[in-house]
């Protein structure tokens, strides 16, 4: 599962959870199938001058919290964290990395 995202109308996917050992397009099972939820988020912002000119998302795998057992309630604790990085792509040239 994916989301979308968007700042400064730039757009950012990345991914909520994972099934592991499954083939979802033709539904079967190898082994013991696994459903992860991915509760922490890293955002990578480009700045020039004072203007966001870049962005991207990713998560982290070691951090994924193991949600197969819907009969027991697993408690999960959401974070993010931000690095800001200065990029000399102009402001007006942004959207070209998405073409």
């Known amino acids: 599962y994916f989301f979308e995202m968007f700042i400064e109308d730039l757009p950012m996917w ?3 959870g994972d099934i592991e050992d499954e083939d979802e397009i033709l539904g079967e099972v190898e082994g013991q199938s ?3 939820l991915f509760p922490h988020l890293h955002f990578k912002l480009g700045y020039n001058k004072n203007q966001i000119v870049s ?3 990713t998560t982290e795998r070691d951090r994924r919290v193991d949600i197969t057992n819907v009969n027991k309630p697993t ?10 990085f200065e990029d000399d ?10 073409a």
């Open 14 to 16: 990345g991914y909520v």
């Open 34 to 36: 696994h459903t992860y």
């Open 89 to 98: 792509l102009p402001w007006r040239m942004r959207m070209t990395r998405y």
């Open 75 to 84: 408690p999960v604790q959401f974070s993010y964290s931000v690095e800001y």
């Open 55 to 57: 962005a991207a998302v």
